[in-house]
Nanobody, 122 residues
Framework: QVQLVESEGGSVQAGGSLRLSCTTS????????MAWFRQAPGKEREGVAA???????IVADSVKGRFTVTKDLGVDTLYLQMNNLTPEDTAMYYC????????????????WGQGTQVTVSS
């Protein structure tokens, strides 16, 4: 059974930073693209950043220059480093894994974590 386990999110003030992690199996991290999505209250879930098996990344325009997606194959973990956070970044964040390349399309991902809350106050 595939599991993606996200770290606890958190609450920060605007301008602050947080790093999310998502731990899974060696099979997933080596053979799948992985991504971060987020869903704010009353909004649809949107792709934030993704990384393919080879390490190539894609980042949504809304977070470009502030968020970075990486993975550590040694510990089977996906990361999302979030800097210069704004209240608009407040959302539930989800990690996901799929066999397509690194995309921000929800339908390209098969496996999902349970989500972790990030709250940014002004």
């Amino acid at each position: 059974q595939v599991q993606l386990v996200e770290s606890e999110g958190g609450s920060v003030q605007a301008g602050g930073s947080l790093r999310l992690s998502c731990t899974t199996s060696k099979y997933i991290v080596f053979s799948h693209s992985m991504a971060w999505f987020r869903q704010a209250p009353g909004k649809e879930r949107e792709g934030v950043a993704a990384i393919d098996r080879g390490g190539d990344t894609i980042v949504a325009d809304s977070v470009k220059g502030r968020f970075t997606v990486t993975k550590d194959l040694g510990v089977d973990t996906l990361y999302l480093q979030m800097n210069n956070l704004t209240p608009e970044d407040t959302a539930m964040y989800y990690c996901a894994a799929g066999v397509q390349g690194a995309t921000l399309r929800e339908s390209d991902y098969t496996y999902w974590g349970q989500g972790t809350q990030v709250t940014v106050s002004s």
